[in-house]
């Protein structure tokens, strides 16, 4: 909403480290909340937007903003259409002992391709000025495309014997959309207000996936072709109820109570076909149709108190689960049905115009996307194969926080998180017929304590430096002694934001972010760093923006690791097509002070659905 939303009217950003029991419990990551200032001037404000860049391959993005408001209704609307072109290389070494070692090496281009076509509208009645009832449609009709290319050489004793080609191309169409009614009063001059919302979305996923590869062995060169064929079909159908009340007793003393009931569908139908003599036949065996059923029923209660200079917000979230994930090929259902309750707890003390503590919790949960619980298999190529997860269980996180805030800007804080049934990637690797089989899977619990610090430094009025450094240390606990995770391992993330405003509505800016060596479950990962700049400059009195940034000057930023345990011996290093060059538009149009459209943000269900 920020990007769209004038900073005119903007009251307050709030970033929710813990979010209360209002929020879904649903996520790891904190929430930011907008809240505009209120208004009656009326007119037609919006903006458009151009994006157009250059990497290896090139991009662009266009998209349109408006909103009409009046006395009495508020209609808003906008459309964005993208093609951006990248890429992805993976390398992957994997070593197998025994008699006769042998490494594997896995050299990996994806020519890549996404298009995308976003859209939104939506009608706010102002019934009066204390009661509004709207309604919003929004969806996508996306494409991506992949053409990829692998050489294995496959090497015995020091020797290349024998080489692996493969070729895979993929063609998928995805689309959504999505309704939402909703209504909001305000019942009373003390903040008595009661909301409601009712949500329904249909995601629907065609893809297309061909491999084709080859196997040339040293002492004979003929090629010995196979071929298989990927045509899964993804159905999502997710419905949500829910509304809130806030009840004041007074202006110092608040209770809020809520409830939502949610229902998912996804039919998952992988199709896999052999060229078999020519001819494309159906797999059976690698087929799968799987289809997944999750009602939630959820209640909140939060109890909020200020005390002279001090917030105390209590709340607690209760959520019923029940789900099942039924696989019509194998006959077998994995049923589930539990309760749980997420308890959060804030206290913000004021001890002066510039000093300020804060001390939070909260509990939360995150459960796996829909596409990781079906149990068959997707082909990387002949020798990796990443497989879902029936029986993952949801992970339950909870945080804790101590903060210390300094003239509003300058700010330190510890934490500590504890993640029981942490979801990891992990592999099995069989030493007969070469084959790594990935997958995610549940491991004990993962303990992470980390402080950050948020220093602002003015050097000079034109001069303006941001810096956030976050320093942890990341422990698991994991009952199987197959699996070698380091524990007690330190990481380091320092980014800095470096702003030039000079004369003439000019902007210059330099930024950079440094990741030092971490843990990620099985893998050991390696350092890694950025560094980007750009300039600005506004025209039209400031109605026009012209932005040039470069990313990834230094084209270092990758992904690069080791997993060594049990039989597996793997070396990864990933990069993609980060360094590029950008020239983005903006030109804002109509009064700036008109109040933007309320945002309805899409629940957690949605964000599961993946793609």
């Known amino acids: 909403m920020a990007r769209v939303t004038m900073a005119e009217n903007i009251s307050t950003i709030e970033i929710i480290t813990s979010p209360s029991a209002k929020y879904d419990a649903a996520g790891k990551s904190g929430i930011i909340n907008i809240k505009t ?8 404000n919006g903006s458009y937007n151009l994006t157009v860049g250059t990497g290896k391959y090139g991009m662009y993005t266009t998209g349109l903003n408006l909103n009409w408001r009046t006395e009495k209704f508020n209609l808003f609307g906008n459309y964005n259409n993208g093609n951006r072109g990248f890429f992805q290389t993976r390398y992957i070494e994997r070593h197998i002992s025994g008699d006769q070692p042998i490494l594997f090496v896995s050299d990996v281009y994806n020519r890549r391709r996404f298009k995308n076509n976003n859209y939104k509208a939506g009608f706010d009645y102002f019934i009066n000025s204390k009661h509004t009832v709207g309604a919003l449609v929004r969806g996508y009709s996306n494409s991506f495309s992949q053409d990829g290319f692998n050489t294995n050489p496959i090497s015995s004793n020091g020797k290349v014997d024998s080489t692996l080609y493969s070729n895979t191309t993929i063609r998928n169409k995805f689309s959504n959309v999505s309704f939402n009614l909703n209504y909001k009063g305000q019942l009373d ?142 006959q077998s259902h994995v049923k589930r049905s539990y309760l749980d309750f997420f308890p959060s707890l804030s206290v913000d003390q004021k001890l002066s115009e510039n000093h300020k503590i804060g001390v939070n919790y909260s509990k939360r949960i995150s459960r796996p996307n829909y596409g990781d619980l079906n149990p068959f298999v997707w082909y990387i190529d002949k020798y990796n194969y990443f497989k879902g997860n029936p029986y993952l269980l949801p992970e339950y996180t909870h945080k804790a926080e101590i903060s210390y805030t300094f003239k509003q800007k300058y700010v330190a804080a510890l934490s500590y998180g504890l993640t029981k049934n942490i979801v990891l990637e992990y592999m099995i690797q069989n030493d007969t017929s070469k084959v790594t089989t990935f997958y995610d899977r549940n491991f004990e619990r993962s303990y992470v304590y980390g402080i950050t610090l948020t220093i602002p430094i003015d050097p000079f009025k034109w001069w303006n430096i941001t810096n956030n450094i976050n320093a942890n240390r990341t422990a698991y606990d994991v009952k199987d002694t197959m699996v070698n995770l380091a524990t007690n391992t330190w990481g380091l993330n ?51 923006v012209a932005k040039l940034n470069v990313s990834d000057i230094t084209n270092r930023e990758q992904f690069r690791g080791t997993a060594r345990f049990d039989n597996i011996d793997m070396y990864i290093n990933n990069r993609w097509q980060n360094r590029r060059v950008n020239l983005a538009l903006t030109w804002n149009f109509g009064n700036s002070n008109i109040k933007a459209a309320r945002d309805r943000e899409a629940g957690a269900e949605q964000q599961r659905v993946g793609g």
Request: avoid cysteine; proline fraction near 2%.
């Open 37 to 44: 200032k209120k208004t009656i001037i009326t007119g037609i």
């Open 189 to 330: 001059t003390l903040g008595t207000e009661i909301s409601a919302d009712a949500d329904w979305a249909e995601f629907k996923d065609n893809n297309n996936m061909l491999l084709n590869d080859s196997m040339s062995y040293l002492v004979d060169p003929v090629l010995n072709y196979h071929s298989i064929r990927n045509r899964p079909i993804n159905n999502v159908t997710i419905k949500s109820v829910k509304a809130d009340l806030v009840l004041p007793f007074n202006k110092t003393t608040k209770l809020e109570t809520g409830f939502k009931l949610s229902s998912v569908k996804t039919d998952n139908d992988l199709r896999y076909d052999s060229l078999l003599n020519g001819k494309y036949e159906r797999a059976i065996t690698q087929s799968n149709q799987f289809i997944y059923t999750e009602t939630v029923y959820a209640a909140y209660l939060i109890f909020k108190k200020q005390i002279r200079n001090t917030d105390i917000q209590a709340g607690l979230r209760a959520e019923q689960t029940k789900s099942d994930g039924y696989s019509v090929t194998l």
């Open 494 to 544: 320092y980014q800095t934001t470096h702003t030039f405003t000079l004369p003439q509505d000019w902007k210059l800016e330099l930024n950079g972010y440094y990741e030092s060596p971490f843990v990620w479950g099985v893998y050991k990962i390696r350092s890694s760093f950025a560094i980007g700049a750009g300039v600005q400059k506004s025209f039209m009195n400031k109605k026009l």
